[in-house]
């Protein structure tokens, strides 16, 4: 995928000259997701992770506000065969620590952990919050990382105090249920997606207290990436979005691909916030010749 710079909308069964998605023998088992995670010690508290063993280089996943690395469940059956690396961000699933101030205390943890784990420039893949976090490590660690997918990304995002996203989570109270209409919203997509992931994902994050939704929110509020991503070195980059995105949109994907003339930019048609969720084989296929590229 060298040479950026390429606008692809990108339909199932077409590659599109991307590389075919291969067959998968079935989804991983969703009960088990948290019994199989490590633990890496840090300063200030401790990261939890899936890993995959496999082929470098290796694959840093990093999942979206209120999810954790089972986000990438159904992605993961895609990727077999290479080196999978899949953290809890600070204080979601698994993971604890201070509450971060700023992107910058997602993306050292992520730092930390790609060096404890002695990642030779991993392929770097985050997805919304995920995503904005990849690109401050990118900018706080050049050379690091050896290429970058944004999934469902903004540099800035536009979430004002009468966005639904907003209203909503100011409706939320502790214990928040896991069947709150919000997730509805929250998590929604299309309906091929298994709804046993969906149920897992919606009761993990109900598990995280109303007010820390409420200051991670905040923080991605006042997320402006538009500088900082110029930052982030010389790498290969790829932006992944959902045509019908209603979180981030047409206007968040057009200050992505301004401000990163060189990407390449992917839209899937027919798929909303969570490529990852409803198109896995696709998202997965352009991950694999990302890290053939980075070889």
């Known amino acids: 995928m060298a040479g950026g710079g390429h606008h692809i909308r990108w339909q199932a069964g077409t590659g599109s000259g991307q590389g075919e998605a291969r067959p998968v023998s079935g989804p991983l088992d969703q009960d088990s997701w948290v019994d199989r995670k490590r633990q890496l010690l840090l300063e200030n508290g401790r990261l939890a992770f899936m890993e995959q063993a496999g082929a470098e280089p290796a694959v840093v996943l990093v999942h979206g506000f ?112 896991p069947a709150d209409p919000f997730f509805d919203y929250w998590h929604h997509c299309r309906e091929d997606v298994p709804r046993a992931f969906l149920e897992k994902i919606a009761l993990e994050a109900s598990g995280m207290p109303a007010a820390r939704w409420r200051s991670v929110l905040d923080l991605i509020r006042h997320v402006d990436l538009t500088t900082r991503v110029h ?61 053939a590229a980075a070889q």
């Open 66 to 177: 209120t999810d954790t690395s089972r986000s990438f469940s159904l992605l993961m059956p895609h990727l077999a065969g290479h080196r999978l690396v899949i953290p809890d961000l600070r204080n979601h699933g698994s993971s604890f620590g201070a509450e971060p101030d700023g992107l910058g205390c997602f993306a050292s943890d992520l730092i930390a952990l790609a060096k404890a784990k002695n990642l030779h420039r991993p392929v770097l893949v985050g997805h919304s919050l995920g995503a904005m976090v990849a690109i401050e490590a990118c900018a706080a660690a050049p050379g690091l990382f050896g290429a970058l997918v944004l999934i469902g990304c903004s540099l800035r995002p536009r979430i004002g105090n009468e966005h639904p996203v907003t209203t909503g989570l100011q409706a939320l109270r502790d214990p928040i249920h």
């Open 231 to 291: 930052e982030r070195g010389s790498i290969e980059t790829v932006l992944i979005n959902g045509v019908e995105d209603m979180l981030f949109g047409s206007v968040d994907r057009a200050l992505l691909v301004s401000a990163l003339p060189d990407a390449t930019a992917i839209d899937l048609p027919r798929t909303g916030h969570n490529p990852h969720w409803e198109e896995p084989a696709l998202v997965a296929a352009v991950i694999r010749n990302c890290a």
